[in-house]
């Protein structure tokens, strides 16, 4: 038995899986590439595999993290290239690796937010809106399955840069994120929305392209 | 991807179902491709992408180089509200290109009910509704499928209606279009080319004719189409083609899993049965021809579960050999069998005890009526100790779950015939508490009936359906009766069956109400959640149509059918008048193994005989 971990990117179409039908579409990649991959025991078994921080569906990912087994000491030979002719459009394996860090380390996630905006925009809307994170609370109303809290989503912000690019604003963040506490980038678009109603939004793109560990190392 | 349409994704329910890019996916370059085709299916993605007609035709036409076929589904009401308000037409979803783009665009005909999403899906491409309207610029818009047989009630919207399979003419029909697109050749001079192809049948080269009572009279074709358009089937089924791959949607669906199909045709004549008659002769696979396609199948979509498609599994000659060699493949790879379709009087108990091993679901038959007269007189070949006797090894082989499927307002059935299903229900619960190997579990049975819906080229289509009042009295009836313990019973909603009655039999004056029907708003008939009788039957009224006339009615065989132009392979004046003088008697006719009885869709095979 193998403990693996397969880094991936999901965009183009894949963008739209959710992460409940990722799990069968890696299952069904992982039977046709027919490599040794392990089951689950009992009296239904199935293929285990374990996405371990699930991105909203609609989001790219760029670093996008599986764990898996394989019925075998080792990886077998041309695993990833294997696995790379048997997904669909839009996932492409990267690496396959022994997993160094504990699911329960991940601590924050790295966005791109690209806010689209087609009759333009004022002037200084970067500093306008990295100036509405940086000062003064910004509440929203956050929802969990449980309840509705009203939260100030700066404690969940580790750091945030915005340049502008056109007819585009280009947010670069990095979130908390994992069991403990998270935040989906979602909510600082509504902030905007909210705050600066001189933003009119035609399009919003999310592209998260890391995983974090407490002290903002890369999570592995 | 269209960035109108990347941005508008994220706003509506399960994008996956409108991204493409699945695996298998066929993706061309479309400059080097001669004809492009949009195999489109009138309904959401997750009831197409189950369709096995669908992956054959993908495959087919994707085979042939200079084709490129694309899939096309029906947006869910959500989606279609983003895509109007964002001016994005219907598209393949490979290309992302807009409806109008292809050469030929193509509908399956499933269900009658899905007939106004044909047309929402033509308006959503921007293809006028009826070919009349449609010039040089627009896609030839064609079909086929089951409700082809009497496809009166569409006739106006389509170009062409392919008659019976379509693994042969389908290529014949792509190959004229692209010699002719070639040459310049218009659509009208096309057409003209295309109905001498074998099952072709342009409905504009046919006219209806009616008296002066408005009552149907006869069809009069052009002088350059054929009086009556031949079925076409496909002799060999071990040489026809058929898939190696499927494309494997990322997200779910309804049937989502490899399927081989045993045969076509049935050797049972149930005189209810559409499929059971339309797609006559009876032709069967070869065991090693199914178990290369079931192994290549799954190889190349990595399914966990096959599913052995037919109009009657355990009609299958060879069923135990293929299934134990299926098996033997299957296990180690942990792979599910799924065996629908049984019979309850040739039930096997070695499958299914072998089948079990790897999962086991809940077993479903159909007896489709209560009493021993009434199947009689449906040809519902099957006996209560049979199905007793299948009950019994299914509990004992530790089920404890069945479901048993019924039809109401058949022809002759009286309350007697319903009392009859509530007292099989109680006998199998019987049987349960008789033979169950674990008791503890306790049993349930569930009994469904849906209301029957006399179809056209077969011996019920004479049949005028009970009135919507009298199909809910029935309901009640077998509401009272079935208050039991361990019994659930569902109905199916009758008011949708009446609908679906009018279009099967209906002529082609019918063509105005869809229409009417789908500008009022009628969209997802077949949708519980969207059918709407009043809008429908507003629409019949605004066009000046008596639903009634078509649904209710009595016919008498002297008269002429709208489809009698439509030849299905079976003898209609025979074969089928026949067949409804025994029903109205409760006589049996044996099946096709035990006995010919000459319903004359052996000639379509040249002459051979039938493969039973």
Redesign the interface.
């Known amino acids: 038995m193998f403990k693996a971990r397969l880094l991936f990117e999901k965009t ?7 992460n ?3 799990m ?2 890696f ?6 590439t ?1 490599l040794p991959v392990g ?1 689950t025991e009992g009296f ?3 293929m285990y595999v374990s996405v371990l921080l699930p991105i909203p ?2 989001f790219e990912g760029r670093y996008e993290l599986l764990d898996f087994e394989f019925d075998a000491e080792n990886i077998p030979e041309n695993a990833l290239e294997k696995l790379n002719v ?5 996932l492409l394996a990267k690496e396959i690796y022994a997993p160094v860090d504990h699911v329960r380390d991940i601590a924050a996630a790295g966005y791109e937010i690209i806010v ?1 905006m087609d009759r333009g925009f004022p002037k200084n809307t970067d500093k306008a809106i990295e100036g509405l994170f940086n000062e003064g609370p910004v509440m929203v109303l956050k929802r969990t399955k449980r309840s509705e809290t009203e939260v100030d989503i700066r404690n969940y912000i580790k750091s945030l840069k915005v340049h502008t690019d056109g007819r585009k604003i280009v947010i670069k963040t990095v979130l908390s994120a994992g069991s403990a506490e998270s935040l989906n980038p979602e909510y600082l678009v509504k902030a905007i929305q909210n705050n600066l109603p001189d933003i009119e939004i ?4 999310y592209i998260r392209n890391g995983i974090f560990k407490q002290d903002l190392s890369v999570f592995r | ?1 269209d ?1 109108k349409l ?2 508008i ?2 706003s509506v329910q ?3 179902r ?6 298998n ?1 066929v993706y061309k370059d479309k400059s080097k491709v001669n004809a492009r085709f949009a195999f489109c299916f009138p309904d959401i993605y997750e009831v197409g992408m189950s369709h096995l007609g669908m992956k054959i035709l993908y495959g087919l036409y994707n085979e042939i180089d200079d084709v490129w076929c694309e899939r096309v589904f029906a947006p869910w009401t959500d989606m279609e509200r983003k895509m109007r308000e964002n001016d994005i037409p219907l598209y393949g979803l490979e290309s992302g290109d807009p409806l109008s783009d292809f050469d030929i665009v193509g509908f399956t005909l499933q269900y009658e009910l899905s007939y106004t999403n044909i047309l929402n899906m033509l308006d959503l491409g921007n293809i006028p509704l009826r070919s009349k309207d449609r010039g040089e610029d627009d896609p030839i818009v064609i079909a086929g499928g089951p409700c082809g047989y009497n496809a009166e009630p569409v006739a106006d919207f389509f170009d062409l209606i392919m008659m019976g399979e379509g693994e042969e003419m389908s290529v014949e029909f792509i190959r004229l279009y692209i010699e002719c697109k070639k040459a310049g050749i218009g659509r009208k001079e096309f057409l003209e080319k295309a109905v001498r192809i074998e099952g072709m049948y342009v409905p504009s080269m046919y006219e209806p004719v009616y008296d002066k009572d408005g009552n149907f009279e006869k069809t009069v074709a052009h002088s350059c189409a054929p009086a009556v358009v031949k079925k076409r089937i496909v002799r060999d089924l071990d040489k026809m083609y058929y898939p190696s791959y499927f494309v ?1 949607p ?3 669906i309804v049937f989502d899993r490899a399927m081989i199909e045993l045969f076509r045709g049935c050797i049972r004549g149930c005189r209810f049965c559409h499929a059971g008659h339309a797609y006559r002769p009876i032709r069967m696979k070869s065991r090693e021809v199914l178990i290369k396609q079931a192994k290549d199948l799954l ?6 579960e096959i599913s052995l498609s037919s109009l009657s599994t355990s009609d299958y000659k060879d069923l135990k050999s293929l299934c134990d060699e299926l098996l033997d493949f299957c296990e180690e ?2 792979i599910s069998l799924s065996l629908p379709s049984l019979r309850a009087d040739n039930f096997s108990v070695d499958i299914m005890q072998r089948v079990q091993k790897v ?1 086991k679901s809940g077993l479903t038959f159909a007896p489709e009526a209560g009493t021993q007269r009434l199947r009689d007189a449906i040809n519902k070949n099957i006996r209560e100790e049979d199905l007793l006797n299948a009950c019994r090894i299914a509990f004992d082989g530790g089920w404890n779950n069945i479901k048993l499927y019924f039809m109401i307002g058949l022809p002759t059935e009286t309350d007697e015939d319903l009392e009859g299903i509530a007292d099989l229900a109680r006998k199998v619960v019987y049987t349960w508490r008789q033979s169950s190997a674990i008791k503890q579990r306790g049993v349930h049975v569930t009994v469904s009936t849906s209301s029957f819906v006399p179809k056209p080229q077969t011996p019920f289509q004479w049949f005028g359906q009970c009135s919507i009042e009298e199909l809910r009295r029935k309901q009640d009836v077998l509401k009272d009766k079935l208050k039991m313990r361990n019994v659930t019973y569902n109905w199916h909603d009758a008011e949708t069956s009446f609908i679906e009655a009018v279009f099967a039999r209906g002529d082609r004056r019918l063509c105005d109400v869809v229409e009417e029907a789908w500008r009022s708003g009628c969209i997802f008939d077949g949708w519980d959640d969207y059918f709407s009788l009043e809008k429908w039957l507003e629409a019949f009224k605004k066009c000046g149509i008596d639903p009634h006339y078509y649904a209710n009615r009595d016919r008498d065989v002297s008269e002429n059918m709208p489809w009698d132009h439509i030849f299905s392979g079976i003898d209609g004046k025979g074969h089928l008048i026949k067949e409804w003088e025994r029903a109205k008697q409760s006589l049996l006719s044996p099946d096709c193994r035990a006995k010919c009885a000459g319903c004359g869709a052996n000639a379509l095979l040249g002459g051979g005989a039938c493969h039973v």
């Open positions: 183009d179409t894949a963008k739209y899986i959710s409940l039908d990722l069968r579409t299952q069904r990649a992982f039977a046709r027919q089951y239904n078994p199935h569906t609609c048997a997904l669909p459009l839009g689209e035609d399009g919003v793109f | 991807m960035k990347e941005r994704l994220p399960k994008p996956a409108y991204a493409g890019g699945e695996f996916a494997v990322s997200t779910d190889k190349s979509t990595g399914y966990e790879k942990r999962r």
